[in-house]
């Protein structure tokens, strides 16, 4: 890293040589990188190192479990980031998780996750009023894979689908037979990472109270709710949109738009927050999953749009945890 370059420049008093000269220093601060993946996209041995680095440096604040291993042997890796215990209004049981990296070409999402990780870590911004249980890289063989240009396999879709709990009659046939043909054929049955992260979820279902899936995806930035598989509406429809537009107006300078994924994507089966939905047994206190979908080419993203897309989405995240976190003291859920 270049150290700051100094320039300096004397002027000398043209009136009298007996003055004392005036010495001006001005001082150029280049821009710095603080982690590798600011700029550019890490091989998944890089990511282990980067997380056992950080549990390393911040023992009692963050701990990296692992949750299972992919088909190739790699341990599937989640943080669990604990809460500034100051806030004593907070509910011990309020849990954000985040998952991101289930296409092995999310490479933006997988760097959004590693962000959102140091953030919590080292600062309590975020913990103050959710402990963070983040999956950064929920298919470690598609991602690397996607990098060494090989085939990738993408688990985005590959969850469980329930149909008839929700009405279908009002989505077209050739629509509905789509979607059933594509959630079909994309299907991996036990997949050891959508297993793992199954058995994650079922875990600690009681105490999540935010879930985010990070992805990535042609056209604008979304910010999606259930259903996917029926156009009904979920449950607390109302406080659900609201914290999803928290998300909206929290980010600065990406424009999301919000609504059901059937609503705004069309129909489509095996999404993990329809799964999440289904896991939601508590009566009477509403769980808030959404898919966090960033606009992407299907390029490598630029060094120069890595950090500041990061940071937009922390303050999406942000923001909708301090919406729930409202809506849980408000109404004493």
């Known amino acids: ?102 296409c092995g070409y999310s490479w933006s999402a997988v760097s959004t996750a590693l962000y959102l990780i140091e953030y919590a870590t080292k600062g309590n911004d975020l913990t103050v009023l959710s402990d963070y249980y983040i999956v950064p890289c929920s298919n470690p063989d598609g991602y690397q894979n996607s990098l060494d240009c090989l085939s990738s396999v993408d688990l985005t879709f590959n969850y469980p689908i329930v149909l008839g709990c929700g009405d279908v009659q009002n989505i077209p046939e050739n629509q509905f037979m789509e979607a059933v043909t594509t959630w079909r054929r994309n299907y991996r049955y036990r997949s050891p990472e959508t297993e793992a992260l199954k058995s994650t979820l079922l875990k600690y279902k009681d105490h999540i109270k935010l879930f985010i899936s990070l992805q990535e995806g042609p056209n604008t930035s979304k910010i999606l709710y259930p259903f996917g598989n029926t156009v009904d509406e979920v449950d607390h429809i109302q406080l659900v949109r609201k914290v999803a537009m928290a998300g909206r107006h929290a980010a600065k300078r990406l424009m999301f738009q919000v609504g059901s994924i059937i609503e705004v994507s069309g129909m489509n089966l095996g999404c993990i927050i329809d799964y999440m939905q289904l896991l939601d047994t508590q009566p009477g206190s509403p769980l808030f999953p959404y898919i966090v979908r960033v606009h992407n080419n299907g390029k490598r993203p630029h060094k120069c749009r890595i950090l500041a897309q990061c940071q937009e989405i922390k303050e999406a995240v942000k923001g909708m945890a301090s919406n729930v976190f409202m809506i849980l003291q408000r109404y004493g859920y």
């Open 1 to 102: 890293m270049r150290s700051p370059r100094k320039i300096v420049e004397t002027t000398a008093s043209c009136v009298g040589l007996n003055k004392p000269k005036i010495e001006v220093q001005r001082v150029r601060n280049v821009v710095r990188r603080h982690q590798k993946y600011h700029e550019t996209v890490l091989n998944y041995g890089e990511i282990k190192s980067f997380l056992q680095k950080l549990q390393k440096e911040y023992k009692g604040k963050i701990e990296i479990e692992t949750i299972g291993k992919s088909c190739c042997g790699r341990p599937i890796l989640m943080a669990k980031i604990r809460g500034y215990s100051g806030c004593l209004r907070r509910p011990k049981s309020y849990k954000t998780f985040i998952e991101a990296g289930s």
